[in-house]
């Protein structure tokens, strides 16, 4: 007798559990299994559950994850892949150790940001950009601070209008478009620096550049290179930026042609630092601008959130002001304002760091892909092609580390500096295993230097010109969103 034929419906059902033998097959035999998920179930699709608490609660998770698997690694669920997460110093210290060609940056950085699709392979893997901040732009910081001291009350007072008094100011944006004067200023020079539709832009990069990647990320790997065309948000601010800069680019080459390599005169910013390493690498001066827009990338919104949440805890911590009036006064009367007396502002280095250790605003650092197998500190394994991190804020949050960590304690590594004696480990600028602020090791925050000295000039006369506080009605913030999102009451320093 004929067997009746598979009806329709059976076939599909025979396909749903020869797909849900290959996914559980796939899971079974993926070494990452072994690893423990936080967030949420690791079973294939419902590991979608754990993305979806990550992307909604990442502080909490990795928190989670941090106090549950102290000093092994973990790992949360991403919508397209899993992030491996180390936990404590010693797994911090492993990544630091391990060379380029054993965990890539580049390819760390390309999985954050989709760089190489996005933006073309010459600017994910020729981060000559890098080496011009660390050398140039670090090297010159005391020649740029009259730059950056001459733009300081320019781009506060523009910003923030009190002249009647208290005002209530929305601190982010706020600060923001201060920073992004204030940063432009030593990045490109007068006058783009204080021109109003250059800097939207500069700013809006940011979120462009952070919505392609995103979306990317969400497209799987073999469709991404057919979606490219269709995300443009970040190429086209590329190109209107170029619009802006190629007037100043094609005045810069020409003086460098007339006056030659003894140019007196030459710009000390970082545009022109960009424009001579090009020269010498032969990279065409189109090129110029999409460095500065990703140099912009990582100094804006970073500086901005710091200071933005400095500036909260200034307003939620009044018994912090008198202490840095006093210190700010004394230094700038002896020293002032120099980079010198920048570096012996203990306090208000103190209170930016601590700031940032209470409400920390990067989430990950020493992002890398695992080019090779192999076997962490931990004895945990990891297959070539993994996405390895470590989690800043529970780190910065440890009570192993830091006494009384739940305390917001402005002058705690001030202190510690005058107690020990031993300043440069409590500096805004320190990395370490525990201290991961600006990441750690060779690929450690090359700007964090132009940082410190450009957050601590603008806290330094915030404090000497205007008082802040909090509207009486409000709660206190514990989170950086909640901070940074707040308005603040702020109004000029009656003189004396
Ligand atoms: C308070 C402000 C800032 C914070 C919190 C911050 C934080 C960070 C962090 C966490 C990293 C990743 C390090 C790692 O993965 O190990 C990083 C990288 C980077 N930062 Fe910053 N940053 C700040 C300001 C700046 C500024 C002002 C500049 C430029 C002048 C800058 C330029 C860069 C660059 C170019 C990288 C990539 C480094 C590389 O590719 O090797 N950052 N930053």
Partial sequence: MAQPAMDGTTIAYACLALLAAHLLAKWYMDPLRRIPTVG??????LSYLAARKFARSSDEVLQEGYDKYQGTAFKVAMPNRWLVVVSGPEGVEDIRRRPDSDLSIVDGFNELFQTELILGKDLNENRWHVDVIKSSLTRNLPSILPELLDELPHAVQDNIRCEDGWAAVN?????????????????????LCRTEPYLRLAIRFTAARMKDANIMKLIPPILRPIAVPFLNNSRSALVEARTFMEPLIQARRADMER???????????????????????????????????????????????????????????????APL???????TTSDGWTKAALEKMWKVDSFLRESQRS?????????????????????????????????????????????????????????????????????????????????????????????????????????????????????????LVDAVRSKILVRKRKAG
């Fill in 40 to 45: 949420g179930p690791s079973l294939p699709l």
């Fill in 171 to 191: 601190i982010l944006p706020t600060m923001i478009n201060t920073v992004a004067r204030l940063s432009s200023r030593v990045f490109v020079g007068l006058p």
């Fill in 259 to 321: 006056f030659g390599p003894d140019w007196q005169n030459r710009p000390n910013d970082l545009l022109q630092w960009y424009l001579e390493e090009a020269t010498e690498r032969g990279t065409p001066d189109e090129a110029v601008p999409a460095r500065v827009f990703v140099t912009n990338f990582a100094a804006i919104h970073t500086s901005a959130l710091s200071i933005a949440s400095a500036l909260y805890d200034l307003a939620a911590h009044p018994e912090s002001v």
């Fill in 325 to 331: 009036r006093a210190e700010v006064e004394q230094i």
């Fill in 359 to 479: 409400k920390t605003v990067a989430r990950f650092a020493l992002t890398r892909v695992a080019t090779k197998d192999m076997t962490l500190v931990d004895g945990t394994f990891i297959p070539r092609g993994t996405l390895i991190t470590a989690a800043i804020a529970p780190a910065h949050r440890d009570q192993k580390h830091y006494q009384c960590a739940d305390v917001f304690d402005p002058f705690r590594f001030s202190r510690a500096r005058e107690e020990t004696g031993i300043g440069a480990t409590q500096a805004f600028t320190h990395t370490s295993g525990k201290w991961l602020a600006f990441g750690h090791g060779k690929h450690a925050c090359p700007g964090r230097f132009f940082a410190a000295d450009e957050l601590k000039a603008l806290l330094a006369y915030m404090v000497m010109n205007y008082d802040v506080k909090l509207d009486g009605t409000q709660q206190r913030a514990s989170t």
